[in-house]
């Protein structure tokens, strides 16, 4: 089966800029999604498609995906952004959802 | 405004049987295909089901075929999942998510299954 793997917490300064990895083999050929989870919600889409913003997530919010890893971008961190992110791909030759492993994002 | 509210969770023995039930609003909930994620306490997310528009194509995780079962009346604006044989590594909470391509748009706000003795 298909495995994502992510970084089990990344930490980062008010103002600064944190960067979320997600590894999997060719992901770069697949369509990957970002999650945000805040303690005690439900999850939220904030990227979709490799790089594309739902409407009402801040531009500080950005993705990418290329070769082997997929990369969540947060710009000018606020204390607000710190949670769980998780990434999330569509195995087609599975047929199944995955999921990464999430990452705990906080902020000093 | 999107809304999916999922109910029917509860304290069951394993080997029991639970039916969850998601109540959708805010979309035209015929057009779009939906899942079941769940996360066990502390732990990460797990795709569980999916059913498309029409109920026409479903699929499962390994982890729950043969024991769990998603259907949805299109009517009623309802996503339900029928789930036998429950185990306690079955202790999650159970999100309710509307599907478009590969991504879960929405998400309600989930409802807790307990399996133990």
């Known amino acids: 089966s298909y495995v994502l793997t992510q970084p089990p917490s990344v930490s980062v300064a008010p103002g600064q800029t944190a960067g979320i990895t997600c590894g999997g083999n060719?992901?770069?050929?697949?369509?990957v999604h970002w999650y945000q989870q805040k303690p005690g919600q439900a999850p939220v889409l904030v990227v979709y498609a490799d790089s594309d913003r739902p409407s009402g997530i801040p531009e500080r919010f950005s993705g990418s995906n290329s070769g082997n890893t997929a990369t969540l971008t947060i710009t000018r961190v606020e204390a607000g952004d710190e949670a769980d992110y998780y990434c999330?791909?569509?195995?087609?030759?599975?047929?199944?959802?995955?999921f990464g492993t999430g990452t705990k994002v906080s902020v000093l | 405004e999107v809304q999916l509210v999922e109910s029917g969770g509860g304290l069951k023995q394993p080997g029991g049987s639970l039916r969850l039930s998601c109540a959708a609003s805010g979309f035209t909930f015929s057009i779009n295909a939906m899942s079941w994620v769940r996360q066990a306490p502390g732990k990460g997310l797990e795709w569980v089901a999916y059913?498309?528009?029409?109920?026409?194509?479903?699929k499962y995780a390994d982890s729950v075929k043969g024991r769990f079962t998603i259907s949805r009346d299109n009517a009623k604006n309802s996503l339900f999942l029928q789930m036998n044989s429950l185990r306690a590594d079955d202790t999650s909470v159970y999100y309710c998510?509307?599907?478009?391509?590969?991504?879960?748009?929405?998400w309600g706000q989930g409802t807790l299954v307990t399996v133990s003795s």
């Open positions: 998510v509307s599907v478009t391509t590969s991504r879960f748009d929405y």
């Open positions: 999330q791909v569509w195995d087609s030759s599975s047929d199944h959802y995955v």
């Open positions: 059913i498309n528009t029409n109920s026409h194509y479903i």
């Open positions: 060719n992901i770069g050929s697949k369509s």
